[in-house]
């Protein structure tokens, strides 16, 4: 059975479809990518999923259990998080508290603090960051602020909504390293991305969205090879 199973999905604003009947599956453990183009219907995907944006038509199973048409804070619960594009930290609270807030949906003080320690060892910059407010970070240590606090919710699935935009190219670096990282541990990850050179180097699998659809899928590494993706996507 499939981790998420993502059927016939149909979103719309209104009267514009901006998702227009698209199949996914994700296995557990797996990394895969969604990749595509601005304005492909990405983001939008990841708000259905997450009880953000309703969904017009289709199924969503999670566990095999649908989800689609729960609320957010009842999907957080069922083990799924969403690092949003923009990142979204709280940038009046401090690096700690940001990491804190991850865990609301928890009440276990002393693994709470475990996991804290955590979070501080998978991301060093952040300890020494702790008591700092977190809008005076740089954007790249925002990013890994918000990876870190949707991971406090202890998910076994991850979404991530294109974590490299408006970085500079060392720090993508440093983010696609970490996504790997993650993915090691054992989360599973669903990774929207623009940059769909690294985001295929590193996942398993990926999807390209193209005006609302899925126009192809496969094994990471033939995607890489495949000349439609390479003259679209690749710039080669
Ligand atoms: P990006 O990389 O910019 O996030 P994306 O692939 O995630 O692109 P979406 O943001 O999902 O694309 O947008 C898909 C389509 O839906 C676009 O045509 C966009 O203009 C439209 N759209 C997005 N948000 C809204 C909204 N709030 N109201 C109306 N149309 C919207």
Known sequence: ??????????????????????????????????????????????????????????????????????????????????????????????????????????NDKSEIRGDMDQMYALFPRLHERRTQQAGTLSGGEQQLLAMGRALMSRPKLLFLDEPSMGLAPLMVQKIFETVRNIAAQGVTIFLVEQNAKLALEISHRGYVMESGLITLKGEAQSLLKNPLVQQAYLGE
């Open 1 to 106: 059975m499939s981790l998420l199973k993502i059927h016939d999905l149909k979103v719309a604003y209104g009267g514009i479809h901006a998702v227009k009947g698209i199949d996914i599956e994700i296995e557990a453990g797996e990394l895969v990518c969604l990749i595509g183009a601005n304005g492909a219907g990405k983001t939008t995907t990841l708000k259905a999923l997450c009880g953000m944006l309703p969904v017009s038509k289709g199924t969503v199973h999670y566990e095999g259990r649908s989800i689609a048409g729960m609320q957010t804070h009842e999907i957080v619960r069922q083990g799924i998080s969403l690092v949003p594009e923009g990142r979204g930290v709280f940038s009046r609270l401090t690096v700690a508290e940001n990491l804190e807030m991850g865990a609301y949906i928890r």
